[in-house]
């Protein structure tokens, strides 16, 4: 039976606009049909910022009465109407004073899918939400209704002056268009571990409903924060957090010769929880984001370090559970294969095994042959570096990691992308985590100077991080 599939981007126009939502429909247009459904065949509907809620009702109601599997995507913004503080999805020429007549109330979306046999709707969410809408949500949970499977995240307004990117749906896509659709509870844990510490303060949605595979997260209905409402401080020298990212989910990607395009790869770059340079375009403000960055040097020593949160410890634990199982079960199912018919599941096998050095090996060749056909700076060539990086982190090597990230970033620059570039800051963003984890003071003192030289370039979305970087190198400098 044909699915259906509704793709839903809205915001406001103007400045009360919080994330650039139509910018993941593109990416998200370029899945194929059935796989954005999981079915043979699959009838898509797009809607792009609609100004009129009665519209997107008419939309929603005729995919909510198409048999067979439906999927919904929505990617948008949440506002309060000022009457009864209901939740609305904000759309094109909607204000926080006309919200109750310009907005779609999301008990619509709940009401319209209400009917609908259990197991067969599938929401898959990537919200903003206003400063009140976000304290809402602190004691209201995104009611979506029982037999609704639900995943994605809401995540907390952008710093002033910034507009949010809506990453999660693009890593999604991302995801999507290597042309496998794993199961959505595994989709949606291969987005999470793609952007890290991204999702430290947004509400994390992963509500199985009835009928469908759970993925571990309690409640039906119920929006659980990853890591919880408390937010993150900015650079805090005397305090720094480094945290342990989980396994790479650069190595899960697919094709690495699939020719993303930047937009397409605002989160290629970002891996497991060692930092995400998107995370202030996704929500959050500059003293609230970018987990790389928070981690910082307080010295050469252990003692001179202290450890990230145990909410982060938790989160990061679990979701590396998650890949790591994913990962095996890849690698059982294909113990049979050549390791040339799929390198990233080979590596991702070899990690789990301790076989570090095979890993980076064959790494290492796929890089030098995309250099070859592609060139140094190519999205091929760029994508294996940073798989080497990662690889490096997990052999307990941050000189190594943090060097190549360091390279990274580099040649990302010098083919000429931006600073504020996704890609480019993430690459800065993972050097300055792995910076954090050297305990070797005359290397830390060499990438340091290095690190400090690209900061002034790239200085992330995170306030404090140059400042950070040269208060721990003149720590180091004194210790000499």
């Known amino acids: 039976m044909p699915g259906t599939v509704l793709l839903l981007a809205a915001a406001p126009v103007g ?6 939502a139509a910018s993941v429909l593109p990416v998200l247009a370029a899945v194929p049909p059935a796989v954005l459904s999981g079915t043979d065949t699959a009838n898509v509907v797009e ?61 619509w979306i709940r009401e319209e899918l209400r009917l609908r046999q259990a197991g ?20 209201h949970p995104l009611d979506c209704g029982r037999n609704i499977a639900v995943y994605g995240r809401v995540a907390p307004p952008p710093s002033r002056r910034t507009v949010g990117a809506p990453t999660y749906m693009k890593a999604v896509a991302t995801i999507l268009r290597s042309g496998h659709r794993p199961a959505v509870p595994e989709l949606h844990q ?14 994390v949605l992963g509500v199985p409903g009835v009928g469908v595979p759970g993925v571990g997260v309690p409640g039906v209905g119920v929006a659980v924060p990853a890591g919880g409402f408390a937010p993150r401080p900015p650079y805090r020298p005397e305090r720094p957090r480094p945290q ?44 609230d984001r970018s987990g790389a960055s928070d981690t910082g040097r307080s010295g050469a020593s252990d003692t001179g370090r202290s450890r990230g949160s145990d909410t982060g410890r938790s989160v990061a634990a679990a979701a590396a559970r998650s890949v790591a199982g994913a990962a095996a079960r890849q690698a059982d199912s294909e113990a049979a294969r050549p390791a040339h018919d799929d390198p990233h599941a080979y590596i991702t096998a070899a990690v789990q095994s301790g076989r570090h050095t095979d890993a980076d090996a064959l790494a290492a060749e796929h890089e030098q042959a995309a250099v070859r056909a592609h060139g140094a700076g190519s999205e091929q060539a760029l994508h294996w ?57 005359d290397s830390a003192r060499e990438l340091g100077f290095a690190l400090a030289q690209l900061r002034g370039r790239v200085p992330g979305r995170r306030e404090g991080a140059l400042e950070n970087i040269k208060q721990q190198l003149s720590q180091l400098q004194t210790q000499n």
Request: charged letters at 25%; proline letters at 6%.
């Open 120 to 139: 067969t709707t599938t929401l898959v969410l990537d919200l903003h939400a206003d400063a009140e809408t976000w304290e809402w949500l602190r004691s």
């Open 244 to 287: 342990t990212p989980p396994p790479s989910a650069s190595l899960e990607r697919g094709d690495p010769h699939d020719g993303l395009s930047d937009a397409d790869r605002s989160r290629e770059g970002a891996v497991g929880r060692s930092g995400g340079s998107d995370a202030d375009r996704s929500g959050g403000s500059d003293a």
């Open 385 to 441: 570096a940073e798989v080497r990086a990662d690889l490096a982190m997990f052999a307990g090597d941050p000189v190594r990691s943090c060097r190549t990230w360091l390279a990274v970033a580099t040649a990302r620059l010098g083919a000429g992308q931006t600073p504020d570039t996704p890609a480019v800051e993430a690459a800065v963003d993972r050097a300055h985590h792995q910076w954090g984890q050297i305990r070797d003071a």
């Open 47 to 107: 809607l792009a910022d609609p100004l009129e809620p009665q519209a997107v009702l008419t939309r929603l109601r005729a995919a909510a009465a198409a048999p067979g599997p439906l999927t919904v995507f929505v990617t948008g913004q949440l506002l309060l109407d000022r009457r009864q503080h209901l939740p609305h999805l904000a759309l094109a020429r909607t204000t926080t004073a006309t919200v109750r007549y310009t907005g779609l109330p999301w008990q």
């Open 15 to 20: 400045k009360g606009c919080l994330v650039d």
């Open 190 to 203: 291969q987005v999470l571990a793609r952007l890290g510490d991204e999702v430290y303060r947004d509400v």
